[in-house]
């Protein structure tokens, strides 16, 4: 297994503070949905989990936004916090405070939407910040192409550079097989929101295409 564990950094000495700030409200909010009891807990990620069946007929459209400070397990959060620590301060730092805000959280809330509509019949709450990281993900990708990439292979504990392009593009691509291979499975067995990548991702690109006339060459 591949995680990201670093990158070449916009050499501006800008702190990412609003990519603490998230990473510190979604530690926060996991830290107090795991000291919950098991039957509060449940009904925690009932209540602000994303619900497709319950998005797609405009019921608690709220949770289009809180779902995505919401996690599953630990591996869950400290992989999604791990990839935007390595892919969103770069974003800040190109666009601001304020962008980067509405950016973040319009990513988040496109990524949870689009699971909705695939998964239109789909009563497992959809939570994670995953989406929103998509996003970042793919602004990076059209932002900052040759970025070189620290990849530590869990495997060996070894690390190893690649360009953005080739880890990001290998990384979307397993997205859409994955997202494909999953329309056709049954609602019971889908246990990651691929199409919330997906729908995140493409949103990011988007937002790169018009982020990147700031990026300094």
């Not at 619900?51 to 608690?60: C, K, M, Y």
């Not at 949770?63 to 599953?72: C, I, V, Y």
């Not at 192409?145 to 990384?171: C, D, E, H």
């Amino acid at each position: 297994m591949f995680f990201p564990i670093g990158d070449t950094n916009v050499e501006r000495g800008y702190k990412p503070f609003l990519t603490y700030v998230f990473i510190f409200i979604n530690v926060a909010v996991f830290l107090f949905q795991v000291s919950l009891g098991a039957n509060q807990q449940v009904s925690f990620v009932t209540e602000y989990g994303s619900i497709p069946a319950e998005i797609t007929h405009g019921v608690d459209l709220y949770t289009l936004l809180t779902s995505m400070f919401l996690h599953g397990g630990w591996m869950h959060l400290i992989g999604n916090m791990l990839f935007l620590w390595v892919f969103g301060d770069n974003i800040e730092a190109t666009v601001g405070y304020f962008q980067y805000f509405l950016f973040y959280i319009g990513g988040g809330i496109v990524a949870a939407f689009s699971h909705s509509i695939l998964a239109s019949s789909s009563t497992v709450p959809c939570v994670g910040a995953s989406g929103a990281i998509s996003a970042c993900l793919g602004a990076y990708l059209v932002m900052f192409p040759k970025s070189q990439i620290k990849v530590l292979f869990i495997a060996l504990f070894s690390t190893f550079r690649v360009s953005a392009i080739y880890f990001l593009g290998f990384w979307i691509l397993q997205q859409f097989i994955s997202g494909i291979g999953s329309i056709s499975a049954p609602i019971a067995d889908a246990g990651v929101a691929y199409w919330a990548h997906i729908g995140g991702f493409v949103f990011g690109v988007g937002m790169g295409l018009l982020f990147k006339k700031k990026v300094r060459s």
